[in-house]
């Protein structure tokens, strides 16, 4: 046990509901001090468990919070904090409640700059999140983006495709999944012909409100990515 460096702890959440945490025994015991990989799926957590997750000694290089009912701009601000002090390289934060203020708190800060894979799907964090995103000049080194929900709350418009397509920062983005938004044509053009997501190489959207029409009509006037 003491060369592990991967732990996965789940709780089934469906019929059940989230299960409360207490992370202090967990992060005192010695033979988890290697651990680089860690997954919390179904447990409540707060800003104050992120807190010990940044002060505990754990090398944390991946990182996966899921349902965990974090939520707002206190949970974003104390995972921003916890990026920058681990230097993370993946973060997975799908099913949590973050929204648009807890969107703009993460990407205030300038300590996500090893960060390679983002899951905020299912966060609803709107086109406000998305914009925050899209401004993060830590953001740099991101690869891998999922901005995805099922959700009928803060749903991304266009407003989010142009932000996108205008992001100076997600220049080596190479994978980007927007499905369950009712992104119409116009913010699909900005994407495709955006000369900024250069890299980009697999888009995986939902496009309920254009025909394939309308979207190749607004296509083709600047150079395609």
Same mark, same amino acid.
Request: net charge neutral.
């Given at each position: ?7 996965? $702890? ?5 019929? %059940? ?5 207490? $992370? ?10 290697? =651990?680089?990989?860690? #997954? $919390?799926?179904?447990?409540?957590? @707060? ?12 090398? &944390?290089? %991946?990182?996966?919070?899921? @349902? #965990?009912?974090?939520?707002? #701009?206190?949970?974003?601000?104390? &995972?921003?904090?916890? +990026? ?8 997975? $934060? ?13 990407? #205030?800060?300038?300590?996500? @700059? ?24 830590? &953001? ?9 929900? @099922? ?10 495709? =142009? +932000?996108?397509?205008? +992001? ?8 980007? %999944? =927007?499905?369950? %938004? ?8 900005? =994407? ?34």
């Amino acid at each position: 046990m003491k060369q592990l460096e991967s732990l996965v $702890l789940s709780y089934p959440t469906y019929g %059940h509901g989230q299960c409360k945490l207490d $992370l202090a025994p967990l992060l005192e015991v010695p033979h988890l001090s290697r =651990i680089r990989s860690l #997954a $919390l799926d179904g447990y409540r957590l @707060n800003s104050r468990s992120i807190g010990m997750l940044t002060k505990s000694p754990l090398p &944390l290089g %991946h990182l996966r919070l899921e @349902n #965990a009912r974090l939520k707002g #701009a206190a949970s974003g601000k104390a &995972l921003a904090r916890l +990026a920058a002090k681990k230097t993370l390289r993946s973060l997975e $934060l799908k099913y949590n409640e973050l929204g648009p203020k807890g969107a703009e708190a993460l990407f #205030a800060g300038d300590g996500l @700059n090893d960060l390679r894979a983002l899951d905020l799907s299912a966060n609803e964090v709107g086109d406000a999140g998305v914009e925050a995103l899209c401004q993060c000049e830590s &953001l740099g080194e991101l690869r891998w983006l999922n901005l995805s929900s @099922n959700s009928a709350s803060h749903q991304l418009t266009d407003r989010s495709g =142009i +932000a996108l397509g205008g +992001a100076r920062n997600l220049g080596r983005l190479e994978t980007l %999944h =927007i499905t369950g %938004h009712p992104i119409a044509a116009e913010g699909f053009a900005a =994407i495709f012909e955006s000369p900024d997501l250069r890299s980009l190489e697999k888009l995986d959207a939902y496009c309920p409100r254009t025909s394939m029409a309308d979207l190749l009509s607004r296509c083709g006037r600047n150079e395609p990515i």
